[in-house]
Nanobody, 125 residues
Framework: QVHLVESGGGLKQAGDSLRLSCTAS????????MGWFRQAPGKERELIAA?????????YYPDSMKGRLTIDRDDSEKTLYLQMSSLNPDDTAIYYC?????????????????WGQGTQVTVSS
């Protein structure tokens, strides 16, 4: 059983940068591929970044997110990070981290084993 806790959300201004963290406990963090998802009000949850297990040699960003996001992980600290720049009000959402043995599952967003509880990010104009 892996327990994921996100942190770093809050109220931001348009143009700000943001760094989210997701700390894991209860499992072998390095064995899991990880992802960041978000769900905006009235919209479906969407993947915004994914990273492979064991050091994170493979990363994925949807085209809509390329250039603004950086996903990274520190396996020794059991922590996943998301750096976001040039925030705008459309980035307002609940941000979730997710873990699964399968990198493909993380990228597809299907059948993911573990989810965090989410952290709210609100961007004002």
């Amino acid at each position: 059983q892996v327990h994921l806790v996100e942190s770093g959300g809050g109220l931001k201004q348009a143009g700000d940068s943001l760094r989210l963290s997701c700390t894991a406990s209860g499992g072998e963090f390095r064995l899991y591929s990880m992802g960041w998802f978000r769900q905006a009000p009235g919209k479906e949850r969407e993947l915004i970044a994914a990273i492979s297990r064991g050091g994170g040699s493979t990363k994925y960003y949807p085209d809509s997110m390329k250039g603004r996001l950086t996903i990274d992980r520190d396996d020794s600290e059991k922590t996943l990070y998301l750096q976001m720049s040039s925030l705008n009000p459309d980035d307002t959402a609940i941000y979730y981290c997710a873990a699964d043995f399968s990198y493909g599952s993380v990228v597809s967003g299907a059948d993911i084993t573990y989810w965090g509880q989410g952290t709210q990010v609100t961007v004002s104009s």
